[in-house]
């Protein structure tokens, strides 16, 4: 460490009466103290930012239907104000001295209590329904905005003030323990916070340890503005500062690896959820990936070796490519998590560990993060906010593993041109697949579009009698099919057929008029068991499925049923509205084969029960190819007292009807007995240890359907 200048050695700078400044031993006690400070408040600070990420997204996630692409949405909003918040280190630490800089980093934390403690703020429903993205983005910033981007400046702020006060060390070893950070937040809150401590107790938590960080990072903002005046001027910050600036071309490459690193988390997450569940522990587990790659990348003693890297990133992308091409290959979820999860982690450790290797002197520091973050949150804008309105279906996975091949052309370069030939080839063969997943999803379509809620398309093919029908899908789930021609366009079909669940529970009620509430409307199937004088009511929270349903599928226009259409998040709709009395009301609002569980959860249940007569029935679909839903609604209906059934049917593809398997809940003890005398069903095992679902806890692991591979359906 330098010498200490004569003009600063008879300072002295009391605290709570403690010299912490003056004498030589006491420079050298306040060195201690920071070495110890600025490490803990980097610490802290990462912990707390990725703490509320999901806290916050989980709060918000019933507003917006229980939509996957709220978290996607969620990342935007973070990414942007990661961004932000490097920004403002980058400009405060150029352009303000240390003292300035603190005294103003502090009058902005006190400013931030303004906003505890959090809650989600500005909801209101006047937005685009096709793409409330921007409603997400509104509420986040009114919520948490400025706290989130004091946080996000936490780690290259104090960066800077170690390589200003402690001119004898390198900083970088602080961006890797705030990743360990980020890391150990993100996986305590599934497996730690969230089954122990209610949502309202998370946010009381968070709030006090927020508390917390700013009088830890104000004293530690103080205290290294103190202490600058004793580094000498030729410390490494000082020398650092008048080494040559990055180049363009250098800053372009930081930019890329960086969106590619966060377009592979967007995406990934996005097609992982989109088939399962939006659940915190699937959004945290991506991105604590994406946050150990970082945290390798950027260890005092980087894990990250070159050559190995480049022969599992080939391995890896030739591997992802084959899962887009045969779908078929990821079918259970014990497949298909740890596989894109693994290419998500080999990726990203590429990309980021090619930045580590690119790493300027620490007195570019600043504006390395910011390029860092700059390329974040424009691959983030990039998946979350463009990708819905340009592609019809996620074709932004298979193209963002083209520009993983395309950077390892330009990042390996100085290897040789074998080298450049084998990426280049590597780029072509994932153009490839990308064509050919474009292609097989658009095959016999005759409509694809896509919204914030997902992919929509509808096919059109005849049968074995040469009959024409449509085919609606979500995703690669079926949601729907109808005949063209009557008198078949009038029957129910896929999982509604006359033999289902819902089907029984249904035309029980013939003879009289019925009242019937669906949540969910897919192509508007149940519709054909309405007749004159029976009322329909359907809510939906996408309207792309309204107009299908309305201008592709005749359900809807055939009924002789009064039909009525409550858009809006049904269990919003519910909560709102008076007790509807219906006598059967039935619950089919999953996307893709992802379950809102929000829907399946304590409250939800005693709002549906609210909503029924007396001897009407609670009919739940719980068919889904990764997960068993059925001990889960049976404890719900244990808890409430109700007698459930499951009731399952088998495929008739001449006759559109696929298997499905529905719980029918009901005190209705006549339907309960024609049931258990006319209707072969099946008992519901529930696992010895499975919890009651409730809004504050669920629990996906224990309810994983075994490993299946076959061959199935590219769709």
Not at 369 to 394: E, Q
Not at 431 to 459: C, E, M, P
Not at 552 to 576: E, N, P
């Amino acid at each position: 460490m330098a010498p200490v200048p004569a003009a600063v050695q008879s300072e002295s700078v009391t605290v709570g009466g403690v010299s912490v400044l003056g004498a030589p031993q006491d420079a050298r006690k306040t060195e201690r103290l920071l070495r110890f400070l600025l490490p803990v408040t980097v610490f802290l600070g990462a912990f707390l930012l990725f703490l509320i990420e999901p806290l916050f997204a989980k709060l918000i996630l019933p507003r917006f239907g229980g939509s996957a692409a709220v978290w996607g949405s969620c990342l935007v909003f973070f990414q942007s104000a990661l961004l932000l918040g490097y920004w403002y280190a980058d400009v405060t630490t150029r352009r303000l001295p240390l003292p300035r800089q603190s005294a103003l980093h502090i009058a902005l934390m006190v400013v931030s209590f303004c906003f505890l403690p959090i809650a989600p703020r500005a909801i209101f429903h006047s937005l685009d329904a096709n793409h409330p993205a921007a409603h997400v983005l509104i509420v986040t910033t009114a919520s948490i905005g400025l706290p989130f981007v004091l946080l996000s400046a936490t780690s290259p702020l104090v960066q800077s003030w170690h390589a200003r006060t402690l001119g004898g060390s390198q900083p970088y070893h602080l961006f890797a323990l705030s990743n360990f950070a980020s890391l150990l937040a993100l996986l305590s809150f599934p497996f730690l916070i969230e089954p122990r401590i209610s949502s309202h107790g998370q946010v009381r938590l968070w709030s006090a340890l927020f508390v917390v960080f700013v009088g830890l990072s104000s004293f530690t903002a103080w205290l290294s503005s103190r202490r600058t005046h004793a580094v000498a001027a030729t410390s490494t910050y000082a020398s650092a500062t008048i080494t040559p600036a990055p180049t363009f071309r250098e800053k372009l490459l930081w930019v890329s690896l960086a969106a590619c690193g966060s377009m592979l988390l967007l995406s990934i997450t996005n097609h992982i959820m989109e088939n399962v569940a939006p659940v915190p522990l699937l959004w945290v587990l991506p991105l604590a990936l994406y946050l150990l790659t970082f945290t390798l990348a950027f260890h005092r003693r980087s894990l990250y070796s070159r050559w190995l890297m480049v022969r599992l990133l080939a391995v890896t992308l030739g591997s992802l490519g084959y899962a887009i091409y045969d779908p078929s290959f990821t079918e259970s979820l014990q497949v298909s998590v740890p596989l894109f999860c693994g290419g998500l982690f080999l990726c990203c450790l590429f990309c980021h560990g090619e930045l580590a290797q690119r790493r300027p002197a620490p007195g570019h520091l600043t504006s390395f993060y910011l390029m860092i973050s700059l390329g974040g949150a424009l691959g983030a804008i990039f998946v979350g906010i463009l990708a819905p309105y340009l592609f019809a279906a996620i074709y932004e996975f298979p193209l963002t593993l083209c520009l993983a091949a395309m950077l390892a052309v330009f990042a390996l370069w100085p290897d040789g041109w074998l080298t450049r030939a084998f990426w280049a080839a590597a780029a072509i063969g994932m153009a490839a697949v990308l064509a050919y997943h474009t292609h097989a999803y658009r095959k016999d379509s005759i409509l694809t579009v896509r919204n914030f809620y997902g992919g929509l398309r509808v096919q059109q093919h005849r049968d074995w009698l040469k009959q024409p029908y449509r085919t609606l899908y979500h995703g690669k789930i079926e949601h729907g099919a109808q005949f063209l021609n009557p008198p078949k366009s009038l029957v129910a079909t896929t999982y509604y057929s006359a033999d289902s669940g819902v089907a029984k529970a249904l035309t029980y009620f013939n003879g009289a008029p019925k009242r019937v509430g669906v949540i969910g409307l897919g192509a508007g199937t149940l519709a054909a068991y309405g007749n004159t004088s029976d009322y329909f009511r359907f809510y939906e929270i996408n309207p792309l499925v309204v107009s299908i349903a309305r201008t592709w599928f005749s359900y809807l226009g055939d009924t002789t049923a009064k039909v009525d259409l409550a858009m809006g998040d049904a269990r919003l709709s519910l909560a709102a509205e008076p007790a509807q009395q219906f006598d059967v009301l039935a619950v089919d609002a999953f996307s893709g084969d992802a379950i809102p569980l929000h829907l399946l959860t304590q409250e939800a249940f005693a709002l549906y029960l609210r909503h029924l007569k007396p001897g009407g029935i609670l009919a739940i679909h719980t068919s889904n190819t990764y997960l068993n839903l059925n001990p889960v609604v049976q404890l719900l209906a244990d808890n409430a007292h109700y007698p459930a059934r499951l009731v399952t049917n088998g495929d008739d593809l001449r006759k559109l009807v696929d298997a499905s398997d529905w719980v029918l809940v009901t005190r209705n003890d006549r339907f309960l007995s024609d049931l258990d005398a006319t209707t072969l069903q099946e008992p519901i095992e529930v696992p010895p240890k499975l919890r009651l679902w409730t809004d504050d806890y669920n629990n996906l692991f224990q309810i994983l359907r075994p490993v299946r591979f076959h061959k199935g359906d590219a769709n």
